[in-house]
């Protein structure tokens, strides 16, 4: 399979703990957003990585939040001290060089209780 | 503030007939606009996109409008088969100022009837 992929696809969480999300984009694909759905909306920005430098963070992205590419190729999210708010569907995305379409992987729902 | 809009938050037609969604967006910085189809607990899936430098491109039965000067763009896919029922999303980027970051709708969930 040579399309994005995310790990978990599901996640349920008590309120106060930690959680990490993993993105491993098509490898060709330089470009890597993360982006977060909540019901009844569409996908919002989070934070964007050119290979390993992350360029762009939404002010969406609490200081709860840390997203990181350490050698340009998988991308993690972690959020700390988890909060009910923070229940949504969780999508990276990815494109290669100038091309403008970007590819969305299955997603993680987190939920936190 | 919502700068791109999908007024219809639902459309329903029959199989065989033509389906058409809207898009509207407020930000004259935006110049390139995307449709994706999205079921429940997936991931978007890239469907047609267009530049502002045209005002049409089709694939297939789906055909993507873009009108500039009233701000607005559309997707008809003709002609709607019941595997077309999903959520459809526009979204729009301005790949020269912000990386590329998608600005999304709020979606329209179509539904095809046999």
């Known amino acids: 399979d040579t399309g994005v992929s995310q790990d978990p696809r599901h996640k349920i969480t008590k309120r106060g703990q930690n959680v990490t999300f993993r993105c491993d984009p098509i490898?060709?694909?330089?470009?890597l957003y993360w982006y977060r759905q909540t019901l009844g909306q569409g996908p919002e920005f989070l934070t964007y990585f050119q290979n390993e430098a992350q360029l762009e963070k939404s002010r969406l992205l609490s200081d709860r939040f840390s997203a990181e590419r350490p050698k340009g190729s998988f991308s993690t999210l972690e959020i700390q001290r988890t909060e009910q708010g923070d229940s949504a569907m969780y999508l990276c995305?990815?494109?290669?060089?100038?091309?403008?379409?970007?590819?969305f992987g299955p997603g993680t729902r987190l939920l936190v209780l | 503030d919502q700068q791109v809009k999908q007024n219809s938050p639902s459309l329903s037609v029959q199989e065989g007939r033509i389906s058409i969604l809207n898009c509207d967006y407020t930000?004259?910085?935006?110049?390139?606009f995307l449709w994706y189809k999205k079921y429940p607990a997936e991931g978007p899936t890239f469907l047609i996109s267009?530049?502002?430098?045209?005002d049409k491109n089709e694939d297939g039965r789906f055909t993507v409008f873009l009108n500039k000067s009233a701000k607005h763009l559309s997707l008809h896919i003709v002609p709607s088969q019941p595997g077309d029922s999903a959520v459809y999303f526009c979204a729009a980027s301005a790949p020269g100022t912000s990386y590329g970051k998608l600005t999304f709708g709020q979606g329209t969930i179509l539904t095809v009837h046999p």
């Open positions: 267009i530049s502002s430098i045209k």
């Open positions: 930000n004259s910085m935006f110049d390139y």
């Open positions: 490898s060709e694909h330089n470009r």
């Open positions: 995305a990815c494109r290669e060089g100038d091309q403008e379409t970007q590819y």
